[in-house]
């Protein structure tokens, strides 16, 4: 077998297991508070697990540049062992937690040492040949995806079967089985010394010299619109269920169904709109995936009946399968030569600004145009990130040949 399917198959699991260990949590984590860590007020649980499950986001956008930085310079699979065993041994403390302030620091720590997801997508981006890198971003993508539609059926499961301490041991423990897997099979070829010889610049430095290039400014911005898009109406579909269908006894089930619906086809078309995207160009895929997107949050708006806003959602996972990993493609396409994997830091902590920021956005605005608006004000988004990337990526682009 090639190596660089070698490295793909090898990081396909563990984008897996690193998602599915940072999702794994979600279904319990207010009972692991309540029942574990002495917490008894429903608003000051609701208040500490808003502080915990977003302090991984906040930590990680800070941290990620550096560790892009570093990997330039001593090597993407040195930043993955790095950031794979370092969160298998937080994780592994997280089962240890007393009181709910070790458990907001462990997450903390866990977004510092973070960097598993970038450094896989910058490795696979350097050690896959061209006309392959669409499928192989788009398998990637598929095994993050998965992971992170797993992880919260997985953790529901294993909460009622062993208890909740014993999922951070089983999630730390299957990080660092993937992060040996790393260890022994993946390989890149890195030249330390000629990568060190070069002149060293601050991360501010580096910022500055990959946003100066139009293409990875726009998709820089690209990528926060999306992830707001996607994110700000998340985290309310259980209630905008409940509003359309008040006789629901099963609320959490449904709302489950929901959102694996969307990760489901979002991971069925991923590798197929990668290997497309191979043939006709990454730009026109992001464009139709864009525009597909837009389309696809208007009947969410408009549901009648939670079967409805499913279809909907399943045909949207259907186009976001295909706009991050294309997204990737892009960023190696036009990245500056030798700071591939800090251009792919700072887009990954874009992505972890967005995940902050939208879904505190979204509860706010919600609350003035309610949960439809919010998937009106995404259809809108995706509309005006698909005219962004006409102007900034396939009208630039066709001049620049002429």
Known sequence: MEQWKKNLIVLWFGQFLVMSGMTMIMP??????????????????????????????????????????????????????????????????????????HLLLLRLLNGVISGFNPASVALVSATTPKNKLGFAMGTLQSGGIAGTILGPLIGGILADAIGYRFIFYITGASIFVATMLVMFIVKERFDRKQASAKPQISVLAGLKQIVVVPQIAALFMITLLIQFANMSPMSLIPLYIQELNPELTNLAFFAGLVSSATGLSNMLASPVLGKIGDVIGAEKILLICLFGSALSFVPQALASDVWHLLLARFCLGLFLGGLVPTVNTLLGKYSPRGMETRTYSFNSSTISLGNVIAPISGGFVSGWIGINGLFIISAVLMLLNGVWVWFSLLHQGSKAEG
């Open 28 to 101: 319990f984590l207010t009972l692991y508070l309540q029942t574990d860590l002495g917490l008894s007020d429903p608003h000051e649980i609701a208040i500490w697990a808003g502080f915990i499950f977003s302090s991984n986001f906040i930590t990680a956008f800070l941290f990620q540049p550096l560790w892009g930085k570093l990997s330039d310079k001593y090597g993407r699979k040195l930043m993955l062992l790095r950031s794979g065993f370092g969160m298998a041994i937080v994780m592994c403390l997280m089962g240890f937690a007393a009181a709910p302030i």
